[in-house]
């Protein structure tokens, strides 16, 4: 499945990365790496960006972001 | 004294600045790296008998290509060779904060690792060994808590140590790469070593390494620098076939992923963890909240606005007021004369002009501090990223924007707490178009003469209804704007909106009152200087000719007046005249053409060049053209003379309206983006851009929009 479609209090890891290289660059340079737990903590107010926490630090992705992030339910 | 030089590394939010200003105090020099809009900020300290220079890197959270500001962080680490890195990482967020500190390993430099904010590890629940970690690095590694300058004393024994060079702090082989990767690293690197020409100091092994990665800077330096044309592409295109082949992945991702298992390898036996809620989950729960964040959000920047818009009126008034003073004390020692007019008018009104932005400048970068030192501003981002998305933009730019409606010299300033360049740019290209307080004036003159006081549905006042809609046309031209140019010049990829929302911190008094003290600097050095210059030129535009030949002999009329009215009457009229005659008063004309299809004619084209100088003026002009001496925008027989000019009618009224909200911001405001952009050309496009907006706004509204209404 999809970062996007996760729901608030999804806890899963990382599965692949798509997207153009710029996008995946910066997904891995920011922590979600193949591989880490992650946790979705809220959607912003208005539904888009959703905030995550991977590593132990808070991060907001961009639905149109986390669309190329597929994910698996730990 | 010996000079030695230092660079300071890390992510932003990593508690840099702090560290830098407890290392630097106020000794700091903040301007931009050449060609580029990043900020260069440097200070010095004293080491013993050593002068330190600290340069202070743009944070990163990588030294890949993709930004302006990754760039310069490996460029100065490499060219400008630094004795040695401070790498600053939060130690409560260690894991993503050493990914940077892998990259600096890569380059091979002599790193010092700071484990800032030791306190909000703790109170996560993490547990940091620092000796084992400093042991497996082979670096000093220091545990800080730098707004409280703990650690800063063994930061500065151990920089001292290091800087009279009693041992290099060379980091330990703690990266593994596969093997296939490091077979192909060291195949590009021996081809790079036997077949580059120039390589300017850079490490061959990184630049093999980034070359693998694709990255776009090192492969131009490769080709020209090094001049390695034909037969690189060949050899990499070989090697990252190789790697895909056998780890079926881009080089890029492998490596990234090769980094964070040697973090993990590092921090398997460092770090512990006990999680816990910390006091920023609460806080978050609270102002990111589903049905609260907005209302949050609006009245945070409520406060703000009005704290920029209010609280900056009595010190501008006092600004105003004091260089009116020293005006009239200056000319009363000068007397009558051209001498007098270019010292009082030309330069202390120009300095006092420069001067009178600074109040709204330092209180809005007062609170863009508070803001962001105590981690607000990327919740703010959060919470209307939706709104502005459609844009192109991300949530940063909306206090730049909101700032405008105030005044847009300090809103275009806040432009640089947006990373992303070309969200930058497009923000200072619509921050013109906001209705700054200045253009206020114009609006109460014209809709106090020319819009009847009725009401609209029985509640709405038409006085109101149009001042609304001036407003709103001038968002609507600020959201066009930034899509033609987002079409236009700014194709290509978006950028990535990933934001780090980092611990709440308490923000300290010193680091908000020295980046106040930096941006006032700034503004005055940079652009104070050319502002001055330009309120000159203006001066000597509305100035000379001095003696132009006039219609009346006034002297005469004014010895044969009887009464004081008389002679107020005649002196208006001649101003009148000699504005007319002016330089600026002959532009007012030469114009006129061009402001006919408006139903402008060239007192109004007058008028408006003075609104160049700022926009209020444009009604002190008009008091001045009607002969009637020093008027403002309330005063009564201004409100009748303009009544009575047939030129005016509400239409061309909210014509001239919207022609002095769109048309080019004052000229305070070119410096200022020439400051922020680091070209002439973005003013100069400005220029045009916002005056063919006027005119084609005015003219459809006067032509064909106008007339249904009124």
Not at chain 2, 213 to 218: K, R, T
Not at chain 2, 479 to 500: C, D, H, W, Y
Not at chain 2, 572 to 580: T, V
Not at chain 2, 644 to 667: Q, R, Y
Request: net charge positive.
């Amino acid at each position: 499945m999809c970062l996007k479609d996760c729901p608030v209090g999804f806890q899963g890891r990382i599965k692949v990365l798509k997207g153009p290289s710029a996008l995946k660059r910066r997904l891995l340079e920011m922590g979600l790496v193949p591989g880490k737990f992650f946790k979705v903590v809220r959607n912003a107010p208005l539904r888009d960006p959703l905030e995550i926490e991977i590593m132990g630090y808070y991060l907001a992705v961009r639905k149109e972001e986390a669309a190329y992030v597929l994910v698996e339910k730990a | 004294m010996k000079e030695v030089k230092i660079a300071l590394a890390g992510n932003p939010n990593a508690g840099k600045t702090t560290i830098f200003n407890a290392l630097t105090g106020a000794k700091q020099k903040v301007g931009n790296y050449p060609g580029v809009t990043v900020e260069r900020k440097e200070g010095f300290f004293r080491l013993g008998d050593l002068r330190v220079r600290v340069i202070d890197l743009p944070g990163t959270y990588s030294l890949t290509s993709y930004s302006p500001e990754e760039v310069i962080a490996r460029r100065v680490i490499v060219e400008e060779k630094p004795e040695v890195v401070v790498d600053i990482v939060d130690a409560s967020n260690l894991e993503r904060n050493l990914y940077l500190t892998m990259q600096l390993f890569e380059l091979g430099v002599p790193v010092v690792l700071v484990l800032n904010m030791m306190d909000d590890a703790k109170k996560k629940g993490l547990q940091i060994d620092v000796k084992r970690l400093s042991e497996k690095l082979g670096i000093p590694v220091i545990p800080m808590v730098g707004h409280k300058r703990i650690g800063l004393d063994e930061l500065l024994a151990t920089l001292e140590k290091i800087l009279k060079g009693e041992f290099r702090p060379v980091p330990n082989g703690v990266l593994f790469y596969p093997p296939e990767v490091h077979r192909e690293i060291e195949r590009l690197e021996k081809f790079i070593v036997s077949e580059g020409r120039d390589l300017s100091g850079y490490p061959p092994r990184w630049l093999a390494l980034k070359a693998l990665e694709g990255d776009e800077e090192v492969l131009r330096f490769l080709r020209e620098k090094a001049q390695l044309n034909g037969k690189l592409d060949e050899v990499l295109a070989q090697a990252r076939k190789a790697l895909r082949e056998r780890l079926g992945d881009e080089p890029e991702s492998i490596l990234a992923e090769a980094r964070y298992l040697s973090i993990q390898e590092i921090l398997k036996d460092v770090l512990k963890k006990t999680p816990r809620k910390t006091l920023t989950d609460y806080i978050d729960a609270v102002v990111c909240h589903r049905i609260l964040g907005i209302p949050i959000f609006i009245l945070v920047m409520t406060l703000m606005f009005q704290a920029v818009y209010s609280w900056s009126a009595p010190f501008m008034e006092w600004i105003d007021a004091f260089f009116a003073w020293l005006g009239g004390v200056v000319a009363g020692l000068l007397g009558e004369g051209l001498l007098k007019s270019l010292i009082v008018d030309g330069i202390i009104g120009g300095v006092g002009g420069v001067l009178v932005f600074l109040p709204q400048i330092v209180i809005l970068f007062f609170l863009i501090s508070l803001l962001e030192d105590s981690g607000y501003m990327p919740r703010a981002a959060f919470v209307v990223d939706r709104l502005l998305k459609p844009l192109g933009l991300n949530g940063k730019s909306f206090v730049p924007l909101l700032s405008s409606f105030a005044c847009n010299i300090p809103g275009i300033m806040a432009t640089r707490t947006i990373e992303n360049y070309r969200q930058r740019l497009l923000t200072i290209l619509a921050a013109p178009f906001m209705s700054c307080s200045a253009r206020l004036p114009i609006y109460t003159l014209l809709i106090g003469a020319f819009i009847p006081d009725q009401k609209i549905f029985g509640f709405f006042n038409l006085k109101g209804l149009v001042l609304l809609a001036i407003y709103l046309t001038g968002i609507l031209a600020g959201v066009v704007t930034i899509l033609v140019f987002k079409a236009l010049v700014f194709r290509g990829e978006p950028s990535p909106f990933l934001m780090e929302l980092p611990p709440y911190r308490l923000p300290t008094l010193k680091s908000v009152l020295i980046h106040m003290w930096n941006r006032a600097v700034l503004y005055v050095r940079k652009a104070g200087t050319v502002i001055l210059a330009i309120s000159i030129i203006m001066w000597a535009l509305f100035s000379f000719p001095q003696n132009p030949t006039l219609s009346k002999d006034y002297e005469a009329l004014m010895a044969a007046a009887t009464s004081e009215e008389e002679r107020l009457v005649i002196a208006n009229q001649e101003a009148a005249e000699r504005l007319s005659k002016s330089y600026a008063g002959r532009f007012g004309k030469f114009i006129e053409p061009v402001l006919k299809p408006l139903g402008f004619d060239w007192r109004i084209g007058i008028a408006l060049t003075s609104a160049f100088a700022a926009k209020e003026v444009l009604v002190a002009t008009l008091g001045q053209i009607y002969a009637l001496g020093e008027v403002g925008e309330e005063d009564v027989s201004l409100l009748e003379s303009i009544r009575k000019d047939p030129v005016f009618n509400p239409v061309t009224a909210i014509g001239l309206m919207l022609f002095s909200l769109l048309m080019m911001p004052c000229m305070a405001t070119l410096p200022v983006i020439k400051m922020e952009t680091g070209s002439w050309r973005w003013p100069a496009l400005v220029t045009l851009w916002t005056l063919s907006i006027a005119w084609s706004v005015t003219f459809v509204w006067v032509r064909f929009l106008g007339p249904l209404f009124f």
